[in-house]
């Protein structure tokens, strides 16, 4: 077992016991308010490879506008 889950598992222990209304409304509150977890959301070999690409365009110059794109995508969505 991990050092974060024997803290997590003692700490629920002695939440357990705890008989204080005050208390657990109090440790409510303070559990409420820490910073969320933050989840880690792996990336598929092909979004890594995708993101390579994309730096490598960067790196070369090879760039368009978002007025550009725009303009783009209305002449693809007309063409359809």
């Given at each position: 077992m991990t050092t974060v889950d024997k803290i997590r598992n003692?700490?629920?222990d002695k939440i357990l016991s705890i008989k204080d209304k005050d208390f657990l409304?109090?440790?409510d509150k303070l559990i409420s308010s820490g910073p969320p977890e933050s989840e880690v959301i792996e990336l598929t070999k092909e979004q890594k490879t995708m993101l390579a690409m994309s730096e490598q365009d960067i790196k070369n110059?090879?760039?368009i506008s978002q007025k550009?794109?725009?303009?783009r995508n209305l002449e693809w969505l007309n063409a359809m």
């Open positions: 003692g700490l629920i409304e109090a440790l110059g090879k760039l550009a794109m725009d303009k």
